[in-house]
């Protein structure tokens, strides 16, 4: 069983940066692919990142990639979406999520585990 917290939401204007972490409790967290996703109002959850166990590559959507950053700290459990250059568009709840044996980095029904999500709000 693995629980996950995020935090590191807030109100940023476009341009801005935020740095959101998720904290995963329970055994073997190196063993687990992290993934990041988003929700935004109205809209279905989609894929932003994915790193994948050692030796932590990476994956990102187009719509993030040169902005987003995904990185881990096996020693502190812990995962972190890194986002600059925010624009109003990643207005969304963002969540973390864990799985093992995935197949594909970007499909949300891969993942096992998600935690509860955190509000990323950029105004324009």
């Known amino acids: 069983q693995v629980q996950l917290v995020e935090s590191g939401g807030g109100l940023v204007q476009a341009g801005g940066s935020l740095r959101l972490s998720c904290v995963a409790s329970?055994?073997?967290?190196?063993?687990?692919?992290m993934g990041w996703f988003r929700q935004a109002p109205g809209k279905e959850r989609e894929f932003v990142s994915a790193?994948?166990?050692?030796?932590?590559?990476?994956y990102n959507a187009d719509s993030v990639k040169g902005r987003f950053t995904i990185s881990r700290d096996i020693g502190k459990n812990t995962v972190y979406l890194q986002m600059n250059s925010l624009k109003p568009e990643d207005t969304a709840v963002y969540y973390c999520?864990?799985?093992?044996?995935?197949?594909?980095?970007?499909?949300?029904?891969?993942?096992?585990?998600w935690g509860q999500g955190t509000q990323v709000t950029v105004s324009s």
């Open positions: 999520a864990a799985g093992l044996w995935i197949r594909a980095y970007s499909r949300a029904s891969e993942y096992v585990y």
């Open positions: 329970g055994r073997a967290f190196s063993s687990y692919a």
């Open positions: 790193i994948t166990p050692s030796p932590g590559t990476t």
